[in-house]
């Protein structure tokens, strides 16, 4: 259990056994056994470590129960390993403090739904235009119609989709995960995007819970769960309703006004255009030229679009806490807190900028 769990911590710091052995003042040996499972640390050594891996001491000795299955990446080829290694760990002990959570409740309590696809989707699915179509099936199923979701977390969580974040560094080269733990499905998204580019992400991982195993052959996945996403966030008689059936050209500002009602990207209501067939594929390319030359596949212009986030987890840790399913102590363990932190939150007591600024000077003195 320890072995195990120093060695996810270390690779979720981004550290080699040799940058942690310089941290905790210990040698490289030494750690390598710790993770080989031949010694144990003392009890001094433990908070070293602790300390230089940012988790508490109790991390270390709590029951592994976890397993992610079928995980699948949304990132750039050039995605570094030592990368994935540490949003894999984030994303573990996230995924970990889950699953303890929902244990705690009793049997009588369903703290979330169960996640479950309608019956009337259709069996095989023979184009990418069958790919659209589904999108507005389960747009109709979940009730959504044709507006804007404004908040795609919620929407996912509200059907038993278990979201986590990570804020692991990526230089924005990872854009999310997906797989299941049992039979819930899990999607990660990062931090590092941008709220458009997350809820495409969202929208995308979606599409692999629904298409999969039902796309006949031939069909390339990713390219049915792009159609799936983009549809889902931006329906066709919507666009429609705001572009027109056929236009010569497309001014910017719209599709800029498009990211902002429906949470999409220019680009990918550019592509929508397309699909549509509300553009020419030679106005489409000709936009396309226009996004190359102004840097806007690299950075959209105007205002960005805001991140989402979620507040789930935290909200069932307090319902927790209000029955008495469990303490202080366990509450702040579940958050990721120290119980001193979770106690001044649980009093609402924010702190202010010179309490922030005196916090942050007393940690950089202890190191």
Not at 37 to 62: C, I, Q, W
Not at 86 to 93: A, E, M, T, Y
């Amino acid at each position: 259990m320890f072995a195990e769990r120093l060695e996810r911590a270390r690779k979720a710091a981004g550290l080699s056994m040799n940058a942690l052995a310089s941290e905790v003042g210990l040698s490289a040996n030494a750690i390598k056994k710790y993770e080989h499972g031949t010694t144990m640390p003392s009890s001094s050594n433990l908070l070293k470590l602790a300390k230089a891996l940012d988790v508490r001491s109790e991390y270390f000795f709590r029951p592994t129960k976890v397993k992610l299955e079928g995980v699948e990446y949304r990132k750039r080829a050039s995605t570094p390993k030592k990368v994935l290694d540490r949003i894999n760990g984030d994303v573990l002990d996230q995924a970990e403090r889950w699953q303890e959570l929902l244990e705690l409740y009793p049997d009588s309590v369903k703290p979330i739904p169960e996640f479950a696809l309608p019956d009337e989707l259709p069996e095989q699915i023979f184009s990418l235009e069958q790919a659209e179509d589904l999108a507005i099936q389960m747009r109709h199923a979940w009730e959504l119609g044709l507006n804007p979701i404004h908040d795609m977390i919620d929407t996912l969580e509200a059907k038993g989709v278990m979201i986590i974040t990570t804020d692991v560094e990526t230089d924005k080269k990872f854009d999310g995960l997906a797989g299941k733990i049992g039979s819930t499905p899990v999607v990660v998204i990062s931090t590092a995007q941008s709220g458009d580019r997350q809820r495409f992400t969202l929208a995308h991982e979606l599409g692999h819970l629904v298409v999969h195993g039902r796309l006949a052959e031939g069909i390339d996945e990713e390219k049915a769960c792009n159609a799936f996403a983009g549809a889902f966030l931006l329906p066709t008689q919507s666009l429609i309703e705001h572009l027109g059936e056929k236009r010569r050209h497309i001014e910017p500002r719209e599709l800029l006004m498009l990211k902002h009602e429906y949470g999409i990207s220019m680009l990918a209501a550019l592509f929508r255009a397309g699909q549509c067939g509300i553009i020419t594929p030679a106005t489409q390319k000709n936009l396309f030229m226009l996004f190359s030359k102004n840097g806007w596949r690299t950075e959209e212009p105007g205002k960005a679009y805001p991140h989402e986030s979620t507040y789930l987890h935290k909200q069932l840790v307090y319902r927790a806490l209000g029955e008495e399913y469990i303490g202080e102590s366990k509450a702040a363990e579940l958050l990721g807190m120290s119980v001193s932190s979770f106690r001044k939150e649980r009093k609402l007591e924010v702190p202010t900028q010179a309490q922030l600024a005196q916090e942050a000077s007393r940690a950089a003195a202890a190191n």
